[in-house]
């Protein structure tokens, strides 16, 4: 029998009944109401450039960087709310920042001192705010519980601690180098001291590290600003001819009177007697051609034989001004030089209660001389008897 033939159908074949696919076998209602479990997943299959070291490499370094990068927020967060967070002093402090400190000195003086809670935030800011430059020497108050955003404002803006030295009207330039030598904040030596009358005495205000040197120079600026001031607006009939002659007479009125009200009043005596071309006759200037910038300190009594002394400031032997100032005149005095009274008087004397009795004539003032003279031994014998009850 052939066997390809015998694998043919025949025409009979298409009545031969062909097989059944097999049915499914009817499930239960409750079978039926279960889900049907879903296929599994295909199995994952990697794919070559995945499993790469270069990019297992970058995966790792991004994974890193990500970290990093929150790392770094995290910490930025919390450095710039212990910036702004209240500092740990619990009272006011002083701080001194020198000359030429770095602003790393500045923050581990403040972190020791408990004025700031961390050196490195402090340093870490003023570099990202560009201030590290900019933190100005001084000494500053630093108000308890300051955060370090308010310090390093107080340090940028020079707020530091003023201190101040009175340099009363009338003293001679020995007697303010004495004064600046005894302050105790003030620093460094004076090598000369200035000429007489070049001083402006006035209340400076420094701050801790000043020199001794520097004060002098602003007072020295001072004075030329104030002269060049009032000789601009002087009066057209001054006899004075010049700005060294004005702080010469401004000078005498300063020992002359300590009254402000009184001031331009003995200038315009003593210019009365310029114009006429009388003596003086200033008693401080006896006192000052005998002890030179000592004067002050003797506060002795003006005798007769102290007129006859040869004396090259004694007003009462030489013509016109004495050879220079004779103390430090304030601004006042050399305003009062320039600008006057207008007034007729020639003469003065104490009248007793701190001020003078002015006179026109010379007779007008031997009367004021006597009652000056009746006051003065009224004080003697009260004196005297108060002395005997002792």
Do not use: C
């Not at 007489?196 to 400076?204: I, M, N, Q, V």
């Not at 607006?233 to 005498?252: E, G």
């Not at 009062?336 to 007034?343: F, G, K």
């Amino acid at each position: 029998m052939n066997k390809d033939a015998s694998n043919k159908s025949g025409p009979g074949d298409r009545n031969r009944p062909r097989p059944v696919a097999a049915r499914p076998s009817p499930r239960s209602p409750r079978e039926a109401l279960q889900p049907e479990l879903a296929p599994p997943p295909p199995p994952k299959v990697r794919s070559r450039q995945a499993r790469h070291p270069v990019v297992i490499v970058l995966n790792f370094f991004l994974t890193l960087g990500l970290v990093a990068a929150l790392a770094a927020a995290a910490g930025l967060y919390w450095s710039r709310a212990e910036f702004l967070a209240p500092g740990p002093a619990a009272s006011d402090a002083n701080f001194v920042v020198a000359e030429g400190s770095s602003v790393e000195n500045i923050a581990a003086q403040m972190e020791e001192r408990g004025i700031i809670s961390n050196r490195w935030i402090f340093v870490g800011a003023s570099q990202m705010l560009n201030t590290a430059t900019k933190i100005k020497a001084g000494e500053y108050l630093i108000p308890a519980h300051s955060s370090m955003e308010q310090v390093m404002e107080r340090l940028v803006e020079g707020r530091s601690i003023q201190h101040a030295v009175t340099i009363p009207e009338g003293l001679t330039s020995a007697q303010i180098v004495s004064r600046l030598n005894e302050d105790p904040i003030l620093v460094g030596d004076i090598d000369v001291i200035p000429a007489e009358g070049s001083l402006l005495p006035e209340t400076y205000k420094f701050t801790r590290g000043t020199s001794r040197m520097e004060m002098l120079e602003r007072m020295q600026r001072a004075h030329e600003k104030v002269l060049d001031e009032a000789w601009e607006r002087r009066v057209d009939d001054l006899p004075i001819d010049s700005k060294d002659d004005v702080v010469t007479l401004a000078s005498i009125v300063e020992k002359e009177t300590g009254r402000a009200d009184e001031r331009n009043r003995v200038a315009g005596v003593f210019l009365n007697r310029l114009q006429r071309g009388m003596k003086l006759q200033s008693d401080p200037t006896i006192l000052y051609g005998l002890y030179g910038g000592e004067a002050w300190e003797q506060a002795r009594t003006i005798y007769r034989s102290d007129l006859e002394r040869p004396n090259a400031y004694n007003t009462y032997q030489i013509d016109g001004l004495p050879p220079g100032p004779i103390a430090n005149p304030g601004r006042a005095a050399i305003e009062a030089v320039t600008n006057p009274s207008r007034t007729d008087d020639l003469y003065f004397v104490a009248d007793g209660s701190g001020g003078h009795a002015f006179a026109e004539t010379y007779a007008e003032h031997q009367r004021n001389v006597a009652r000056w003279r009746e006051i003065e031994a009224e004080r003697a014998n009260s004196g005297g008897s108060e002395s005997q009850a002792n």
